[in-house]
């Protein structure tokens, strides 16, 4: 193994706010009705086949991966948006209960920020009517101490740096730029006084100029208002600039999970080596690129599911060290690498990087 | 070296209910033979514009104004027949989100097929066989032919799209967003095909996106677009490490490299939101927003493209071959 230095502090983990333990999530298959009277079935799609991860206060992480891989199923569990098949999900070391009603309070703490800020406001409503929405949705009336809505909508549009609040409250969405929606809709996040805000995307829809404020605001809201924040993105330059972990997926799975520094510089995954060998840059277009499209959650494959792919396997590597019939027969979990991060690959018990 | 493309003075202002919208404001720029050129800036900066342009592809009503010059010959001044001709022979476009471009109930080989017919370059089965081999050049295998749209994914289809662009072997092919809509490890496939053809045919191109990282990967030179002017082009590398220009080091910041601690935890972005056409501010375009800005300079000054480097130019005051300006620190 190589003996580069990885400038990487020890991280300093709150206590844990959100708890997945291994989470599954299956999706039924569909066929046709003349198919299904003959009696075919089509397989289930696992898009979350045993997840476990920890969300602490105040950390930034990142859930990164190609698309089907299931980040964002995994995202919208813990947002108490889907039933998990089988895991459980605990936010503050109680399980989340499963019935609509009793999911209320908790879905107040966890709040969702989308990809594309137009389609997730209502152009017919005001700026006003949209940040006080989710506050009348949950029956708030007047704050902890004892503000009025207008003042809590006030409040959630100047922490999203909407400011003076005032010039915005009776503007329509179509009005507004798209940096400026996107704070809109980080706004009536905060409205609620959440402890944890999911992000799918926050920024892939928005101009590259405008997408370093929206992280900015992240940040400092982690800052200083201690939530936590999960961004579901498939971009890895993006999780190099704001997250404190990064937690990469494959078919289900987390493939990888560490401190930013130490994923991202020395990936000890060939999935995540191959995910930073595509991030574009000068003259790089010689770079190994995986072949073959997302593989196909009805469809994982045995052993290892990214033994197919694996430029380890494919060049031999994996035959030379021993690990092939491994690789291809053995189904394996995250173990930690010795450092902070944690992979599930057959190199990592050999200490081979990949 | 003969230019494929060459823009003189190109204007385009498009017509609306609130009157005129100027969407680019005067653009120079020529496409050598086998050269690949990257436009970028934000949306509504003009970039698509100028594709759309290009094969007089705008909405009725639209005035365009200036010199387009494909391989010598003005398209602005084109008869229609004319015109017919040299859309997808002369000059194709690969659109952005082009797999939903594709008709859903036809084969996609007969859609291939149909420009080529269209264009009296083969007959039905001559054409077949040029499809075949088109789809092989892409990278799909020839049975592909009688596949519907659905029966493909996303990245195959963009592949079908490449295939069309290059169906009557065009002297410039327009690649608008060809990859935005495509999962990162299919976007670095697609990128290194259409690198790959364009090597291997020694196309001209013209590469259109809003993301400087995958710009600079496929471009030869690139051109940077602001509030519909370009305000700064040069060599790809070179503009994109060492920008001369403001906006195209905030454009360029954008897209960190992993690695780097300066930017780690520091995401940069610009302040404000992009000028509105019907309403650019005076002066420098970008001055509201930049970060170096020359308080009584940039606001009353319109830079022009002035040398900034090594076959490089900048509009900005801060160009090393900017003229001497009044009230400019110096």
């Given at each position: 193994m190589s003996e580069t230095q990885i400038e990487s502090k020890p991280l300093e983990l709150g206590p844990p706010v959100v708890e997945v333990r291994d989470l599954e999530v299956n999706f039924k298959g569909r066929v046709g009705l003349i198919a299904g009277l003959r009696g075919h079935k089509a397989p289930d799609a696992k898009a979350v086949d045993g997840v476990s991860l920890t969300l602490h206060e105040g950390e930034v992480l990142a859930l990164a991966g190609e698309s089907g891989c299931g980040k964002t199923t995994t995202a919208r569990a813990i947002m108490g948006l889907l039933t998990p098949d089988a895991g459980q999900i605990l936010f503050q070391g109680e399980p989340l209960p499963t019935s609509t009603r009793a999911l209320r309070p908790y879905r107040r703490q966890v709040q969702m920020v989308f990809q594309d800020p137009t389609g997730s406001l209502n152009p017919r409503s005001t700026i006003y009517e949209i940040v006080a929405e989710g506050l009348r949705i949950h029956g708030i009336t007047q704050g902890p101490n004892g503000e009025t809505e207008e003042q809590l909508v006030a409040r959630a549009l100047s922490r999203a740096g909407m400011r003076p609040p005032e010039r915005f409250v009776m503007l329509y969405p179509h009005e507004l730029s798209g940096g400026q929606r996107q704070r809109i809709v980080i706004a009536s996040a905060l409205a609620l006084d959440p402890k944890i805000i999911v992000a799918d995307e926050p920024v892939s829809n928005l101009d590259a100029s405008v997408r370093g404020e929206i992280l900015a605001l992240l940040l400092k809201l982690r800052d200083e208002l201690k939530i936590s924040i999960l961004i579901v993105t498939h971009d890895l330059g993006l999780a190099w600039t704001v997250s404190d972990r990064v937690a990469v997926m494959y078919l289900g799975r987390v493939v990888e999970i560490g401190p930013t520094e130490l994923v991202l510089q020395r990936p000890r995954h060939p999935y995540t080596r191959a995910l930073l060998d595509v991030v574009p840059e000068a003259g790089g277009v010689n770079r190994p690129i995986l072949q073959g499209e997302p593989p196909d959650p009805t469809r994982i494959p045995p052993g290892c599911r990214f033994h197919p792919r694996c430029p380890t396997v494919a060049s031999g590597r994996a035959r030379e060290l021993g690990i092939e019939g491994r690789c291809t027969g053995e189904d394996l979990q995250l173990s930690p690498t010795g450092e902070e991060n944690f992979a599930a690959c057959h190199l990592v018990e050999l200490n081979q990087l990949p | 070296?003969?230019?494929?493309?060459?823009?003189?003075?190109?204007?385009?202002?498009?017509?609306?209910?609130?009157?005129?919208?100027?969407?680019?404001?005067?653009?120079?720029?020529?496409?050598?033979?086998?050269?690949?050129?990257?436009?970028?800036?934000?949306?509504?900066?003009?970039?698509?514009?100028?594709?759309?342009?290009?094969?007089?592809?705008?909405?009725?009503?639209?005035?365009?104004?200036?010199?387009?010059?494909?391989?010598?010959?003005?398209?602005?001044?084109?008869?229609?027949?004319?015109?017919?001709?040299?859309?997808?022979?002369?000059?194709?476009?690969?659109?952005?989100?082009?797999?939903?471009?594709?008709?859903?109930?036809?084969?996609?080989?007969?859609?291939?097929?149909?420009?080529?017919?269209?264009?009296?370059?083969?007959?039905?089965?001559?054409?077949?066989?040029?499809?075949?081999?088109?789809?092989?050049?892409?990278?799909?295998?020839?049975?592909?032919?009688?596949?519907?749209?659905?029966?493909?994914?996303?990245?195959?289809?963009?592949?079908?799209?490449?295939?069309?662009?290059?169906?009557?072997?065009?002297?410039?092919?327009i690649a608008d967003e060809p990859t935005t809509a495509l999962d990162v490890m299919v976007q670095a496939q697609v990128l290194k095909l259409l690198k790959e053809l364009q090597r291997d045919l020694g196309l001209s191109m013209v590469f259109i996106t809003h993301d400087l990282s995958v710009l600079v990967e496929v471009s030869d030179r690139l051109a940077i677009m602001y509030a519909g002017k370009i305000i700064e082009d040069g060599p790809a590398e070179l503009v994109f490490h060492s920008a001369t220009h403001p906006y195209t080091k905030a454009l360029a910041a954008a897209f960190p490299e992993i690695g780097d601690m300066r930017f780690r935890g520091k995401p940069s972005g610009l302040g404000g939101d992009p000028p509105d056409p019907q309403n650019v501010p005076p002066g420098c375009p970008f001055h509201p927003r930049c970060a170096e800005v020359v308080e009584g300079v940039c606001d009353r000054i319109e830079p022009a493209l002035w040398v900034s480097g090594a076959n490089s130019h900048a509009a900005c005051v801060h160009a090393s071959g900017a003229p001497a300006l009044e009230g400019m620190p110096r």
């Open positions: - | 070296m003969s230019n494929v493309l060459e823009l003189r003075d190109l204007r385009v202002t498009y017509h609306t209910q609130g009157g005129g919208v100027p969407a680019v404001r005067g653009v120079d720029l020529t496409v050598g033979t086998g050269e690949v050129v990257g436009l970028a800036g934000e949306s509504g900066c003009g970039k698509s514009t100028i594709a759309a342009a290009i094969l007089r592809l705008l909405p009725a009503g639209t005035k365009t104004e200036g010199e387009i010059l494909l391989n010598g010959e003005d398209v602005l001044k084109m008869s229609a027949a004319k015109l017919r001709a040299v859309r997808w022979a002369g000059a194709s476009i690969i659109f952005q989100g082009a797999m939903h471009s594709l008709n859903p109930v036809r084969r996609v080989g007969e859609q291939i097929a149909e420009a080529i017919i269209v264009h009296g370059q083969a007959n039905e089965r001559e054409a077949k066989v040029r499809v075949g081999a088109l789809l092989e050049q892409v990278g799909l295998p020839s049975r592909r032919i009688d596949d519907y749209p659905h029966e493909l994914s996303g990245g195959q289809k963009q592949r079908v799209m490449i295939a069309m662009a290059l169906a009557c072997n065009p002297s410039l092919v």
